[in-house]
Structures are given as C-alpha cells and as structure tokens.
C-alpha cells in the first residue's frame, strides 16, 4: 500500500496536489482529522478492498485536532505502516494576495479582526513542526497550476522509497529566496552575462551563455567544489531518509548563471546513476 499525507499552508495549493494525485490513481480524502489516519491505513487490508493508494489531506481546517498529527505519525512509524508526506509551502506575501483575489476566509481567521496577515502567521507557526517531518516540500509561490499538478505527479508515479531523488532547482534572488531549499549555493560571485549584450536575451540553457559562465576562471574554480560537496551530502541526506534533497542555485535575477550550475549539477548526478532534475523557477520571469 501507498499512503500519502498532504499537509501545508492554507490556499498554498493542496487541492492542486490533490487533483494530481487522483489523476495517477490515489484514493483521495480531504480534511480528515489526523486522528483517522491510522484508520485509513488499514484500508487496503480489509477483506476485498482492492485500494492500493491512499492520500489523506490533513491541515488547520481540523483546528485542535491538528495537535495529534505528529502522535499519529509517530502511530503510523510504531506499526511499520509506510508512508510520505507532502508539504505544500508558499511566501506570507504571494498567501495575502491569493486570499483577497478571491475573498475566501482563512480557516484561522479570527471574528473582528480584518487582517489576513496574523492567521496566516499562526498557521505558520503551528505547521513548522510537520512542516519539518515533511519528506517533500514544495514552494508553489512562482509556480503555477499546471506546473504544480506536474511535479506532484512527476513525485508519486513511481514509487521512490528506496532512491532519492535530487531537484537542482534555479531562482533569481531578486524574486526571493525558495522556502523548499534543503541546499543552498549563490552564483552571484560568477561574471554575469547579462552585461553582455548579444548574451543577455539568451538563458542558461543556451551553449553560448552556459559556455560563458562555466568557462570562466571564477567557475572552474568553484564546480569541482560544488559537485564535491553535494556527492558528500547525498549519502547522508539518504541515510536519514530524505526522499527529495533539493538543491536551489541562485544568481540575480535566475536566467543565466543559475541555470547554467543547475544543468551542469542535475547532468553529472544523473551520469552518476542518482536520479535527478532541473527546474528553473525564474527563467521566463520579465526582468
């Protein structure tokens, strides 16, 4: 059996994850109380139920009941029930101006208190800790529906219990800092093509920008530390049972330099039989 927890801040896009998870064949239930979890890991085994893959959505919305998630985690490790969880993440300001586009109440907004801003704080707070436990976490502030519905899916099609997967993850500082970075490394210290005209309109995914940053003397020096370093971190990230490790790169403004390392990154893990992938958060971003 299969068993997803998906959990995050409220309007960060679980009902996306969700819809994704149905699509490859999850068995979904939204905002059960966590106390029911061990309940519905006892599906698949009941006498003819053929359900093999099971997500239970657990957030605020179950207000103090939520304080049991990490005893029902703990239940669910005690029992030797398998499982993964799913934390959906967003910036406070991308959160703000998603609930007043669509007027849709915070579930720990208070009576007589018109500001958004202090819910969204004590959802925070009380989500850090499984927000911590979380075995993937998922920025969706510069990410759209569709694109958010494919990597949730791109996640659970196979099952990676046994393997890691590694997201070498591009982002232009300027946009903000990705809350889903488990490593982070800055590029700005490399010459930057954008300062050079024929360079600027092009990206890092193109030969002559990627040719440019990588061939640099400042580069050269800096990738055989950088890949160094993260071989040494995978082994001990897998041994604590991470099953996503993802590796954020970032340069000004995450077209050129960044996206460059990241395909230089995500190629030789690949070439080393670890499974990874680049996504480059900023690169169709407007400068």
Known sequence: MELVIVTGMSGAGKSQAVSALEDIG???????PPRLITKFAELPGESGNRISKV????????????????????ELARQRIPYRTLFLDCSDGELFNRYKETR?????????????EPAIARERKLLAAAKERADFVVDSSHTGAIELRARVREMFLDDARDSMTVVCS???FKNGIPSDADLLFD??????????????????????VRDYVLGSRQAKGLIPKLLDLVDYLIPLYRHEGKSQLVVSIGCTGGKHRSVAFCELLAYDLAQKGIPAKALHRDINVKS
């Open 187 to 208: 590029v700005r210290c490399l010459p930057n093509p954008f300062y050079v005209d024929e360079l600027r309109p092009l990206t890092g995914l193109d030969k002559p």
């Open 26 to 32: 999850y068995y979904c239930v939204d905002n059960i």
């Open 104 to 116: 849709r109440r915070h579930p720990l907004h208070q009576e007589g208190q018109p500001a958004i």
């Open 55 to 74: 997500a239970l959505v657990i957030d605020v919305r179950s207000q103090e009941l939520f304080f049991e998630y990490a005893h029902c985690l703990d």
């Open 170 to 172: 591009s982002f232009g």
